[in-house]
């Protein structure tokens, strides 16, 4: 079974793309299930790693490699110095926090010539993934079918705190402990975060946001959106705050940059920290997302962006304050666009319909299931049409962008 994120970010997954004859599988996996799971079909298309050059927690892999940025990217070590790659859209809020009028970053770009010029930006972090583990059994254990939502929500954050606490070492590690599929099932991931992240270069924004909101989400697409930044630590290679003492950390494992290029068909992964995903919504919430999410976030989000440009473009001062501000939400904004083009598309609302028909059919041909199942689709649909007979999603959505957008 393919382990699919529903929750939150900081879960690492794996995508496969391959040769043209093989289509890409979309699937996302947990790395510690790639041996047990899909290891054999990633050999087939050719993958030369081992599984535990990918996920080891004895020695050194990928795991070691590939960093979670600040809670919201994912970042790549590629030196014995802590050199990181990463986006040019992940470093753009600190880009803009040492940009002024003067040293304008985000239109002429940034590189520091030596260590002493890279730029330290206070509360960004790096996380390193020591190990994860499934905690289900342990996070369910006093969970009952009779229990109230309450009552179910106060027993598993109870077994939550308490299965955080056994992995911290006393504050050394970070732990979260992460819901799939709704809550069925449960893992635990354990990270040392860093604190001291430094900016080392960007590309002006014609580069590293070329094509704008005009090609956002958007492929094929043409822009170098990178940035570099550095991991430090403390001078005995622990995490530390930002000191002038502290030194460019020495990672477990780092990437090898190959100048070779690639070829059609070659075997491709791409190893990262997701956000979250609804693939498993039901039609009710495509049919929502369609005609009440989507639309409002649009109207309103839309109707802000122009807002904001119009001051932003009279005030090189105003355009720097509010740059990454308009810049995450026009990519929320822009998003939403896409994906309502996207699932009319892809006729995605008649394509779960079918197959809640089929899962109506499973359940009506058998009394035992009939009790058990019979009523769920209703009562997703009964909410559903609650909500749309109240406008909820359209004024919560209203109010979401409206109260996060800049004052």
């Known amino acids: 079974m393919k382990k699919t994120l529903f929750t939150l970010i900081l879960l690492a997954g794996l995508i496969t793309g391959l040769k043209a004859e093989n289509p890409p599988d979309e699937g996302m996996w947990l790395p510690m299930f790639v041996e047990r799971l899909n290891y054999v079909d990633m050999q087939k298309m050719g993958l030369k790693l081992t599984p535990q050059e990918i996920y080891d927690i004895n020695h050194s892999s990928l795991k070691d490699a590939i960093v979670n940025l600040g809670g919201f990217c994912t970042a790549e070590v590629v030196s014995n110095q802590g050199l990181l790659f990463t986006n040019h859209h992940c470093s753009y809020d600190a880009i803009q926090k040492h940009s002024s009028i003067d040293h304008d970053y985000l239109t002429d770009g940034f590189w520091a010539r030596s260590l002493e010029e890279e730029l330290p930006n206070e509360g960004l972090t790096v996380s390193f993934l020591v190990k994860m583990d499934d905690v289900t059994s342990r996070v369910l254990e006093k969970v009952s079918p009779e229990m109230s939502e309450s009552e179910r929500s106060s027993a598993v954050g109870k077994a939550i705190e308490m299965l955080k606490e056994e992995e911290s070492a006393e504050g050394k590690y970070e732990v979260s402990v992460?819901?799939?599929?709704?809550?069925?099932?449960?893992?635990?991931?354990?990270y040392e975060v860093y604190e001291d992240v430094r900016l080392v270069g960007a590309p002006p924004s014609a580069i590293g946001k070329f094509g704008g909101d005009t090609d956002n989400w958007m492929w094929p697409r043409h822009t170098g959106d990178f940035s570099i930044m550095r991991v430090y630590s403390g001078p005995d290679g622990k995490p530390a705050p930002y000191s002038k003492e502290n030194i460019p950390l020495k990672p477990k494992h780092f990437l090898k940059i190959s100048?070779?290029?690639?070829?059609?068909?070659?075997?491709?992964?791409?190893?990262?920290?997701?956000?979250?995903?609804?693939?498993?919504?039901?039609?009710?919430?495509?049919?929502?997302?369609?005609?009440?999410?989507?639309p409002a976030i649009v109207k309103?989000?839309?109707?802000?962006?122009?807002?904001?440009?119009?001051?932003?473009?009279?005030?090189?001062?105003?355009?720097?304050?509010?740059?990454?501000?308009?810049?995450?939400?026009?990519?929320?904004?822009?998003?939403?666009?896409?994906?309502?083009?996207?699932?009319?598309?892809?006729?995605?609302?008649?394509?779960?319909?079918?197959?809640?028909?089929?899962?109506?059919?499973?359940v009506n041909a058998e009394e035992s299931r009939k009790a058990i199942y019979g009523n769920a689709l209703q009562d997703i649909s009964d909410v559903y049409t609650a909500y749309a007979e109240t406008k909820y999603n359209t004024k919560l959505w209203y109010l979401q962008i409206s109260f996060s957008a800049p004052r």
């Open 178 to 190: 992460k819901g799939f599929y709704n809550g069925n099932e449960y893992y635990r991931f354990v």
């Open 259 to 294: 100048i070779d290029g690639v070829e059609r068909g070659d075997y491709t992964m791409i190893w990262g920290y997701p956000g979250t995903t609804d693939r498993y919504r039901t039609s009710h919430g495509i049919q929502a997302t369609l005609s009440e999410i989507d």
């Open 300 to 362: 309103v989000g839309g109707r802000i962006l122009e807002i904001m440009k119009s001051d932003m473009d009279k005030s090189d001062e105003v355009r720097i304050k509010y740059a990454s501000n308009y810049a995450g939400l026009a990519n929320f904004w822009k998003n939403k666009i896409g994906e309502k083009r996207g699932l009319k598309r892809l006729d995605v609302y008649d394509k779960k319909k079918a197959i809640e028909d089929q899962f109506s059919s499973w």
